[in-house]
């Protein structure tokens, strides 16, 4: 990190930044120009708050050399993550893809669901229990009845389920779960990270309506620095100026987040797009740009589903879908 101070600083100011920054662990290099005055920290920077140093009377400007985050890093571990989940697999090669409704409606739509998406190649099954909506008069999900439903679908079809958590206090009904999502809403929800940086199961992390990659890879750090390593990074749409589709798929996230960061990314379709004709394409667009997975939402009758009917797909397209993901899939292998 690099720190240009002002012409002619206040030394008192100047010791204090000193004294503060070297009780951090840093060691300080000062290099007089004919102009400024550069100090060079070299240590563990990524404890320092560069807004709060930005804000000293004495600080032209703050500028860092390495990323702030440490455990997400590529630079620091360069082979790809996998992560493992009731036995599917992602990252380093292995393609993971998900599938099912957004939300678990009844024991009979998310069993029968899953038995299609089984049917059709899917990996694992995804449907919420705790639903996250604009509206607090939409429907809220069926919460510790639907994971029930859930685990039932697991246990006829032997699919492992991913499913959303919206709070701490619902951790104990997650018990059987093999994936814990955490929502775009719910990206900064820095205490919530930080307790499931403490538990043993891999967090399928999406990308914030509004957040840069770094903020995301920073939400990532929260989960890592406390001790799990098995995140893994969705990018499911970001907020545009755009009104033709509901959100705007970020594609260059893949290969950007993947030179930054050795861990799995994977892409909703279904969420960026909110129409489902065009799950499809950008699905096929997502694997071509080197996606290690997918999310599908996939309803027997997205016309009557309680939510995210318009953006999702029947069993029928899904597997039709598939069955073009699949040479894609063999193709890229052939070209990496
Ligand atoms: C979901 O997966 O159903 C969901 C609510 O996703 P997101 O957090 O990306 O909106
Ligand atoms: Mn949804």
Known sequence: MIISLKMNPDTEQLENLKTWLTNMGLEIHMSQGTRSLVMGLIGDTTVVDTDLILALDIVEDVKRIQEPYKNANRKFHPDDTVITAGGA????????????PCSVESR??????AQEVKAAGAHMMRGGAFKPRSSPYAFQGLRGEGISFLLEAKRETGLPIVTEIMDVSQLPLFEEVDIIQVGARNMQNFELLKELGSVNKPILLKRGLANTLEEFLMSAEYIMSGGNSKVILCERGIRTFETATRNTLDL?????????????????????IGIARHVAPMSLAAVAAGA??????????????????????????????????????????EFQ
């Open 292 to 333: 290690d997975g997918l999310i599908i939402e996939v309803h027997h009758n997205p016309a009557a589903a309680l939510c995210d009917g318009p953006q999702s797909i029947t069993p029928a397209a899904f597997a039709s879908l598939v069955s073009r993901i699949n040479p894609l899939l063999q193709l890229r292998a």
């Open 89 to 100: 697999t992602i990252g380093g090669g292995h393609f993971m893809l998900i599938a099912g």
């Open 108 to 113: 009979e739509q998310i069993c029968g669901i």
């Open 252 to 272: 260059s996230a893949i290969p950007v987040l993947k030179e930054l960061s050795h861990l799995p990314v994977m892409i909703d379709p279904s969420h960026a």
